[in-house]
């Protein structure tokens, strides 16, 4: 037994994660400064996100509708009437010296998603952690501390990042394990990509996690006393710092210690979670309501909108997916894990009839490209038609399955047209009924003994015999005419 799952025999683990997510507006919540991402330093700035004195913020109306399909797509209700605040605090890269967020009245509030069990025995088992609320917030700036600045020791801000749109994603204390903080991330990712309403890109920060975790006895009623893991951006390092402070916590609580709320920050090269801070708490940010931004209405109908205007979830599609196409939980589950990669199944399974070569040839050989690429497969080569005119081909003899699968990896990378590449490659099945007889002529007169045998009742001879003629054809007979060949020559 691992230390974590020694830890977890004696302690509950109770873990609430608090997530922010950018929205794909064009432009910031409170000015028209472009949203753009690897721009030059301070490019996208205005007297609004620069904090000049005089200037007012005006909200993005593009960013209240965003965050409202959030609210729906994750079961939240969405409050009529929200209200902006001011949460001060003096950072370098927040010029204003507050954040404009949500505080006492969020724009939604009391959702849930449900995450998959990968434990359970059932593959669509799956456990529904609660929303508290989400809200919207600008984001700061961005400090570098670089050593190129001022002899090694200097600090530069960019704020092409202030004020850029967030949405502020608050889970119940649900969750109760490192897996399960995992498993309701990229739940909540793929449902946010799924509505387009965030890229949530880890990678460039649109998508981070503050964890709190506390450990209690199994059975108590009260929480324990949390600590809050900062800006944790990648889901390894989530599920990996989550556990080291699960253990850090047992050690304190073993020791008959009790642990103090506070702000750690995850070191990854060591491994530990290290204190940032003693817990302020909201009493520290003296919120109150922004004066420069009127309360945000929002009327029933244009909820209503919205609602109408949503795309199929991921368990939505994935239900369909096992109805229409008689497709396994599991495997529905995989092909509805990225909405692009759900439509290439659809667009293929409609051009070639059938669904399930198609989530095979998806499943085995193009997800096994992708993950090498580490690419969506709408951000590589193949299209379906190409996908299907594989197959195709395979259908027909023309190239064996084998060859078709070495050569999914070109496609992926180049796409391009199948008949060609297999020319080119010179990998086409040999189909030919002279140059067939011709090689299984030979295999027989070279294999008396095996021939002996197959006739003598080991059927399994016959398969020795097939792997004969496809070397001496390279690989490039096609199975189906040899199968015939054989049968007619040995049944003799
Ligand atoms: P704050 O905004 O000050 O960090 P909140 O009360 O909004 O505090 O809680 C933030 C997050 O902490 C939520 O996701 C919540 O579920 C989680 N949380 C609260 N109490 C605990 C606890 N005792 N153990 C683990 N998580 C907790
Ligand atoms: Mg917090
Ligand atoms: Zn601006």
């Excluded at 472009?34 to 004195?53: E, I, S």
């Excluded at 600045?149 to 530069?156: E, F, K, L, T």
């Excluded at 969506?376 to 299907?388: Q, S, Y």
């Excluded at 990998?427 to 030979?442: K, N, R």
Aim: negative net charge; glycine residues 8%.
């Amino acid at each position: 037994m691992s230390a974590l799952q020694e830890v977890m025999e004696r302690y509950e683990v109770v873990i609430g994660l608090e997530v922010h997510s950018q929205l794909r507006t064009d432009s910031k919540l409170f000015c028209g400064c472009a949203v753009r991402y690897g721009d030059p330093p301070n490019h996208h700035t205005c007297p609004v996100c620069l904090a000049l004195p005089g200037a007012l913020p005006v909200l993005n109306e593009r960013a209240v509708s965003l965050g409202v399909r959030a609210a729906l797509a994750t079961h939240c209700s969405v409050q009529p009437q929200s209200i902006f605040a001011r949460k001060n605090y003096f950072y370098p890269d927040l010029p204003k010296g507050y954040q404009i967020s949500q505080f006492e009245e969020p724009l939604s509030t009391g959702g849930w998603l449900e995450i998959p069990m990968p434990d359970e025995a059932a593959a669509d088992a799956v456990r529904r952690i609660g929303i508290t609320r989400i809200h919207m917030e600008e984001d700061a700036g961005k400090s570098i501390h670089d050593d190129s600045v001022a002899g090694g020791d200097g600090s530069q801000v960019d704020l092409n990042r202030a004020g850029v749109p967030l949405l502020e994603i608050v889970s119940e204390p649900d969750l109760r394990s490192p897996e399960e903080a995992g498993a309701y991330l990229r739940t909540l990712r793929q449902i946010l990509r799924y509505i387009e309403v965030s890229d949530a890109d880890m990678e460039k920060g649109h998508f981070r996690c503050d964890a709190n975790v506390s450990l209690r006895l199994h059975g108590a009623l009260d929480l324990g006393t949390r600590t809050e893991l900062k800006n944790l951006n990648s889901f390894r390092f989530v599920e990996a710092a989550i556990a080291a402070e699960i253990e850090r916590q047992a050690e304190v609580l073993d020791g008959g210690g009790a642990i103090q709320q506070a702000t750690l920050l995850w070191d990854r090269t060591s491994g530990q979670t290290r204190v940032m801070r003693l817990k302020e708490n909201s009493d520290d940010y003296r919120y109150f309501p922004e004066p420069d931004l009127i309360p945000v209405n929002i009327d029933p109908q244009a909820v209503h909108d919205i609602r109408a205007e949503l795309p199929e979830l991921p368990d939505q599609k994935r239900e369909r997916f096992v109805r229409e196409h008689g497709l396994s939980e599991y495997d529905a589950g995989l092909l509805t894990g990225s909405r692009s990669l759900a439509d290439f199944f659809e667009a293929s399974t409609a051009a070639y009839g059938k669904a399930k070569p198609i989530a095979n040839w998806l499943l085995r050989d193009v997800l096994h490209a992708l993950n090498e690429r580490e690419a969506e497969i709408d951000e590589v080569a193949l299209v379906p038609e190409t996908l299907v005119a594989l197959l195709r081909m395979v259908d027909a003899g023309r190239v064996t399955p084998k060859s078709a699968r070495e050569l999914i990896p070109e496609l992926v990378a180049r796409g391009g047209d199948v008949e060609a590449l297999v020319r080119e490659r010179g990998v086409e099945a040999v189909s030919d009924a002279g140059i067939l007889e011709t090689a299984v002529a030979e295999v027989l007169a070279d294999n008396a003994d095996a021939v002996a045998r197959f006739r003598s009742g080991e059927d399994k001879m016959l398969n020795f015999l097939m792997g004969q003629v496809m070397r001496r054809t390279s690989g490039k007979a096609s199975p189906a005419a040899v199968r015939d060949i054989l049968a007619a020559k040995l049944g003799g």
